[in-house]
Each structure stands twice: as C-alpha cells, then as structure tokens.
C-alpha cells in the first residue's frame, strides 16, 4: 500500500525528524538512512566515471502531497534552485483530493542507423520494406532478454532524408526496452545490425545510434484546479492568458518550459536518470511542429475552473545506469515506489505540471520573487552566520523586508546577539 503523501509541517522539521517519518513510510533501512545523509563514496564515484577527484553533490527533498492516478506518492527531488520543492509541493495540495491523471505510452525508443553512398535511394528504402519482418527477427538477437520479457524490436522501417545530391537513408530500428532507458541495448542493436543492411542496400552504414526523440514513448499528466482553491476565476483567467502568452512568443516559451523542467529534471536527477538526454528530448519535442512551443496547455472549463495538460517524450529507466550503481538513487527508488518505467514517467510528467502551475500562479499573483526570496532568505541567513533559531527569525525579517543580503543579515544577527547577552 502506497503511503500517504500529506505530513503536516514537514517544513518546519529538523532533518533527523523528517527522516524517520520517511523510514516509517518508504520501509527504509537504517542503512537506506545512512546513505540519504553521507551521499555517494568516492570510491564508488571513481567506479562511474573517469578521471575522479570529488564530488559535487546537490540536496534532495521531497515534494509532498502528490496523488496520481489515484495513489499517492512521496516524490525525491535534486536540485540546488530554493522554492521548487516547496512550490510543486503546495501546487500538488492545491490539486487534492482529486490531484492528477497521468497515462503513458508504451516504452518505446528509436535507433537510428545513417546509410551513405546509396545509389538509388528509393530503391534502397523498397528493399528494407521488402525484408523487414527478417530484420526485425534478427535485430532481436542483439536484444539481448528483451524478447523474453515482452520488449524487443517491434519495427524497422527506413526514410529518405536531405536534398537530392546530399540524400541518405535512414534505417530505423523501434525497440520496446521495458524498464530500461535503452540507450545501451539499442546502440548495441544498430551497431549489430550495420553488416545486415550495408548488404542489403549496397553501401556504407556511418553513424549508429539511438534518437533522444522519444516520440513513441510519451507521458501524460492532467489537472483541473477548481477556481475557489486557487484564488478565483480572475486568477484562472490570468494563468490562461499567461499560458497563451508562452503559446505565441517563444522567447516567453522558452521560460514556460524551463520551468516544467525545474520539477522534472529534478526527479530525474534523484532517481539517477540522464537529464541530459530528458532535457533534450523535451525542448526537441517542443519544437517539433517547426515552431517552439510550450509543452503544457492551459484552459478553462465550463465551471470556470483551471484545467492544466502536459504531453512530452520521457524516457526513464529504473534498471540498469546510475540508478543501479549510485547507492542514494537506490533509496530514492524505493521512496518514490515506483514499479515500473512508465509509472515514473507518469510521476515525472505530474510534477512537472505542478511545477508549471505553481510558476504560472506566482507570476500573475503576487510576483515570482516573493516566494523564491522567502526560501533564498534562509541561505543567506546562514551564509551570513546565523545559526539555530535565528536561522528562521532573520530569514523572516529579511523577506519582509524585502532586503534579502548579507550585509542586512549580518547586521540582524548583531541586533539578535546583543539581545541574547
């Protein structure tokens, strides 16, 4: 049974607290725990990549609130930027008791295969037609036990691309990789493969590898956020404008977007997932119709309520790559509970939308800053050498004031000492 993804005051607790209520909830370890605090090892890091000399490492927390399809979920997030977390938590508290529906296609990926030289191009792409139930039995050998767990190479098909005189072919193979990312079996496939279609179309195979457009491998999120929740049917009507001012500027998408992604690419990050090949895919996506586009819609319903859509190419991996080898991705595996693939892409999509409201709803209220800063304030408390409660009480004074630095911070912690004496 899924945990409850609610815990009043998660905020406000001190880090040892909120761990064990994690514990309790994710069935963790004290192992598990030990690894949330200390990180990765450099020993392991020197196993990950080359060249090791430390570590960077960034903080991970935890949305909160969050139900999707029905469950609730406790959602790990990396990243350094202050506000994200707390903003995809309330957006997900603003979208209960409903919250989201997410769906998701089947974990389809592409490998793309460029054949050079071919003398009748058209010709070529006939005889890949002509052969392709061939090919695909014969791509599935380099599958590797996809076949045998209901994945493998379903298709192989071939396009024409560029003017005449620069024309090649394009053979690509479409691979069903289950609850891998894929990128290593399906560069595996199409480097296997080159022999097979160099002889069948009669010339070179150059370059062999997987697509991060991952157009067969889409996730879905929905939410309608009832107007009374949210401040009204003015503010409803103010994030729909603000969405079409994104819709027609892409300047303006370009920031709508990012935002989508501070929630995903977090995600993403925690559960050890390639954010560069999510991100690319993504704003790849989002230009897709030869004009870049936001990823997410935003209308209003007959109730006058806010309804929030997010499509976009997600393709995930919970075996295998860094999720398997990096042991703080392992525990974040097993808070998010996720059992499948497809099932974190659907996780993923939700809170990226969240993400996207929360910015939205920020920007035609009360100001993006206001926010941010409140949670900014808190850094620069400590950067200035506030320690303990005074954490809290400068980071207070500093937001209403809206003086946010660390000369005013360190003047208050004077102020709170000489109290204090």
Known sequence: MAPESKVSGFYKMGIDERLLIIKEKAGLSDSDLRTLKCGLELGTANRMVENVIGMTQLPVGIAMNFRINGRDYLIPMAIEEPSVVAAASHAAKLSLPEGFTATSTRPVMRGQMQVVGVRDLEEGKRKVGENRKDLVEKANSFADM???????VLDVTARIIGPPREGMLVVEFFV???????????????????????QLVGAKALLKIISNLATERLAKAKVVYRKEAIGGEEVVSRIVDAYK??????????????????????????????????????????????????????SKDEGGNLVGELELPLAYG?????????????????????????????????????????????LVTEGIQRGHMELH??????????????????????????????????????LLNKKER
């Open 146 to 152: 996809l076949p045998s767990i209901g994945g493998g």
């Open 176 to 198: 069903d990789c289950r609850d891998a990312m894929g990128a290593n079996t399906i560069n595996t496939i199409v480097e296997g493969m080159a022999p097979e279609v160099e």
């Open 245 to 298: 001012f994104a819709y027609y500027d892409h300047y303006r998408a370009t920031t709508h977007n990012k935002g989508i992604m501070n929630g995903i690419t977090a995600v993403t990050l925690a559960l050890g997932n390639d954010t560069r090949a999510i991100e690319a895919g993504a704003h790849s996506y989002a230009a897709l119709s030869g004009k870049y586009m936001p990823l997410s819609r935003w």
């Open 318 to 362: 919970i075996v295998g790559g860094a999720t398997k080898t990096h042991p703080v991705a392992q525990v974040c595996l097993k808070i998010i509970g996720v059992k499948t693939a497809s099932e974190l892409a659907e996780v993923a999509c939700s809170v990226g939308l969240a993400q996207n409201f929360a910015a939205l709803r920020a």
């Open 377 to 414: 304030a808190r850094n620069i408390a400590i950067l200035a050498g506030a320690t303990g409660d005074q954490i809290d009480k400068i980071a207070e004074i500093l937001a209403k004031e809206r003086n946010v630095k660390v000369t005013r911070a360190k003047e208050l912690i004077e």
